[in-house]
């Protein structure tokens, strides 16, 4: 049995495949019938690329060790991830009859690239395609500079006025939005985003779409 870690949420479904890729080379790893996952060293950036479920019911297959999760809630959290560029770890982990480890990868990787496709004949399940990258660290060099603290002030200032405003008990979401984002902003959890999608039930279908220029409340 195999176990998909993104940033540390377990994927409810294992997927049966995935794929591990340099530059000038491709491998192609049926996780079914595979014994073992290793990855071999390369000075290239490792990509690995795959499909996994995220069913909208709970079957009896999937595993949710804190909970049952529809496949919408799954989505809000991998598209955080990419907006964010954050680095995360990726671990797959394969496990014996017996329960221990054996095998697998643990890497640093970033989700460049990431497809959502959701399937009404199918009870609504969400299909994710995913494509990380290997990250790698980097030097920097520490220079010690005199700042004028009118610019850093200038500097606050901007941002400031460039954080999401509330308009009254409603907000007009914004070019790159999600709802993860917006929940965090006002209620400082992005996990929070339920409240603002059942307060607008009627105008959002799927939490994972929302579009520029759509007035929201904010409950």
């Given amino acids: 049995m195999y176990d998909f870690y993104?940033?540390?949420?377990?994927?409810?479904?294992t997927p049966g495949k995935l794929e591990i890729g340099y530059?000038?080379?491709?491998?192609?790893?049926?996780?079914i019938n595979d014994g073992e996952i290793t990855i071999p060293k390369s000075s290239k950036s490792a990509e690995i690329?795959?499909?996994?479920?995220?069913?909208?019911?709970?079957?009896?297959?999937?595993r949710y060790p804190e909970g049952f999760q529809d496949g919408a809630s799954y989505s809000v959290l991998l598209r955080t991830l990419m907006e964010s560029g954050k680095p995360f770890r990726f671990i797959l982990v394969r496990r014996l009859p017996s329960g221990k480890n054996s095998g697998g990868i643990n890497l640093r990787m970033i989700l460049e690239e990431l497809k959502l496709k959701e399937d009404a004949e199918n009870g609504g399940d969400v299909t994710a395609s995913l494509k990380l990258k290997e990250y790698r660290e980097y030097g920097t060099k520490t220079v010690l500079l005199t700042i004028d603290q009118r610019i850093m002030l200038s500097k606050g200032e901007r941002q400031q006025d460039s954080a999401p405003q509330a308009q009254g008990s409603s907000y007009t979401v914004q070019k790159g939005d999600s709802l993860w984002k917006i929940a965090?902003?006002?209620?400082?959890?992005?996990?929070?985003?339920?409240?603002?999608?059942?307060?607008?039930?009627?105008?959002?279908?799927?939490?994972n779409l929302i579009y520029?220029?759509?007035?929201?409340?904010?409950?």
């Fill in 23 to 31: 530059k000038g080379r491709e491998k192609s790893i049926d996780l």
């Fill in 6 to 13: 993104i940033n540390g949420m377990l994927l409810p479904v």
């Fill in 184 to 207: 965090r902003h006002f209620y400082g959890n992005g996990s929070d985003y339920k409240k603002i999608y059942d307060a607008n039930a009627g105008s959002i279908r799927n939490p």
């Fill in 212 to 219: 520029p220029g759509q007035v929201l409340v904010i409950p």
């Fill in 49 to 62: 690329s795959f499909e996994a479920l995220l069913p909208n019911r709970k079957y009896p297959f999937a």
